[in-house]
């Protein structure tokens, strides 16, 4: 980040990586981990659907299992949608609804669906800034082989709760926030208020001791929660702290910025907004 080098895409590594070693099985763990680790798939994520969002486990893209000369397999219908980067992927880890007759969490499982199988339809969802990052993904009569499913049938839930601690631990962005805020201190140096650096204005100065103070704090939690997993533990609530925080602490850095950089700080891109 300090380099600002291109992150690496963290669907494979950083999350679905630690549910195969988690809940896969043997043959899962050796043929998609190698994968992951050098490329040779791009993931994405099938979790949210338009009526699937904050309440994930309303989700109600279908699998229905059958068996026939090609073997047993799943049958799959239904959207997805906010799907970062799926315009990409060539596989997406998807939670589907087995049961439609248990609760909401005991009737979903984890599978492995290939982007190119045949009634696997991606359309783009254009951002406000005019980009094209997140898709809808429609799944028609999509064939999955059974052994694609990770972990036990109608018990998805639990690996999708695993994955989401490892998404939000490492969504908290650390290292972008160290490097914005180093950014933030060299234009703080070169601008001046009242001739004098704004680094020595007492307003300015005092907000940023408390974001430094804010991300060194986070810093420190940030390792405890994978020294902990190093050590064969699982994140736990931390990590959904570290996202909000993390999340607080950008917007902080971002602001002051804004303010350092005055004028110098508006956008050329009002005729992509108008």
């Not at 299992?65 to 997805?80: C, F, P, S, W």
């Not at 994140?235 to 971002?254: N, Y």
């Amino acid at each position: 980040a300090l380099a600002n080098a291109p992150r690496i895409v963290p669907f494979g590594v950083n999350m679905l990586g630690p549910v195969l070693i988690k809940y896969g099985n043997e043959a899962q763990k050796r043929y998609w981990l190698p994968r992951i680790l050098d490329g040779s798939d791009w993931w994405c994520q099938g979790y949210s659907e338009p009526g699937a969002g904050s309440d994930l486990a309303a989700v109600k893209t279908t699998a229905v299992r059958g068996t026939d000369a090609g073997g047993d397999h799943y049958i799959v219908n239904g959207q997805k949608t906010w799907t970062t980067l799926g315009q990409h992927a060539n596989m997406i880890f998807c939670l589907v609804r087995t049961n439609r007759e248990a609760k909401k969490q005991e009737g979903i499982s984890f599978l492995l669906v290939d982007m190119n199988s045949p009634g696997v339809e991606v359309r783009p969802i254009i951002t406000l800034d005019g980009e094209h990052e997140v898709n809808e993904v429609f799944f028609t009569d999509v064939r999955v082989p059974a052994e694609n499913l990770v972990g036990e049938e109608n018990r998805g839930w639990t690996c999708a709760k695993y994955l989401l601690t490892y998404e939000r631990t490492n969504i908290a962005g650390v290292g972008f926030s160290v490097a914005a805020l180093a950014r933030l201190k060299r234009i703080a140096a070169t601008q001046t208020r009242n001739g004098k650096p704004l680094l020595d204005d007492p307003s300015f100065a005092s907000r940023l001791a408390r974001v430094e103070i804010d991300l060194e704090n986070m810093k420190t939690t940030n390792l405890r929660v994978i020294a902990a997993v190093a050590g064969g533990g699982v994140p736990g609530a931390e990590s959904s702290m570290l996202k909000i925080r993390g999340t607080e602490i950008r917007q902080e850095i971002l602001s002051l910025t804004r303010r350092a950089m005055g004028v110098y700080a508006r956008p050329f891109t009002q005729d992509m907004l108008d």
